[in-house]
């Protein structure tokens, strides 16, 4: 099915660690997010992509990186892994806004990472 | 900057009951606004998005509409099943910027 998806599923790192949320899209959309989700904080924008090689910085991006490479791609790597990134992670995209064929976003399920 | 709210924050309600999720904005120069839906431990499902130019959106039980001037959307659900037991998320998008997501109204539906 096309749509966004997004691996691993659950994820349980030490502290100091490193590990890249991995997230594809088949539906040739430009624009990709990354953004957390906290018990009642609703979504936080960490990192969003308009194309394939251009990534801007969002709401809340220290302790992490990104990259597009390509346009189906787009990976969110954490660094020195801290208790305060336990959080629920979700990979989303879109095409232009104003454009035939914007729907908004899509998401995918998600990944719950928890640091010990 | 665009702050998004959602009153309530968790909602209870008989299946049966006809009712209505608030969504408030602080930027009224909204490009569009969209509703999703999120089942526990699931990702976010979207419903309908309303762009600038429209007063309301249908899919079936589900009625959104939008009022620019005062700042707010209202998702309302028609005959509520429990089957509708989901947190429910809006979502504001100023052009040349990103979604402001709201925190989201928890509904259960009681059998």
């Known amino acids: 099915n096309a749509g966004v998806t997004q691996t691993p599923k659950f994820r349980i790192l030490k502290i100091g660690q490193s590990m890249t949320l991995q997230c594809t899209q088949d539906?040739?959309?430009?624009?990709m997010y990354w953004y957390r989700q906290d018990p009642g904080m609703g979504l936080k924008l960490i990192y969003y992509?308009?194309?394939?090689?251009?990534?801007d910085k969002g709401e809340v991006p220290n302790g992490y990186n990104v990259s597009r490479s390509t346009t189906e791609d787009f990976p969110l790597r954490l660094e020195l892994a801290a208790p305060s990134q336990t959080s629920v992670y979700f990979c989303a995209s879109s095409t232009t806004a104003g454009t035939e064929a914007y729907y908004g976003y899509t998401f995918g399920s998600g990944t719950r990472l928890t640091v010990v | 900057k665009q702050e998004v709210t959602q009153i309530p924050a968790a909602l209870s309600v008989p299946e049966g009951e006809n009712l209505v999720l608030n969504c408030s904005f602080t930027d009224s120069a909204i490009y569009n606004l969209q509703w999703f839906r999120q089942d526990p431990g699931k990702g976010l499902t979207s419903l309908l998005l309303?762009?600038?130019?429209?007063r309301e959106q249908t899919s079936g039980r589900l009625n959104a509409s939008l009022d620019k001037s005062s700042g707010r959307s209202t998702l309302y659900i028609a005959a509520s099943q429990p089957g509708d037991s989901a947190t429910y998320l809006c979502?504001?998008?100023?052009?040349?910027?990103?979604?402001?997501f709201g925190p989201g109204t928890r509904l259960s539906v009681l059998p």
């Open positions: 992509s308009v194309g394939a090689g251009i990534t």
């Open positions: 539906m040739n959309h430009n624009y």
């Open positions: 979502a504001a998008y100023n052009y040349g910027q990103n979604f402001v």
């Open positions: 309303i762009q600038s130019s429209q």
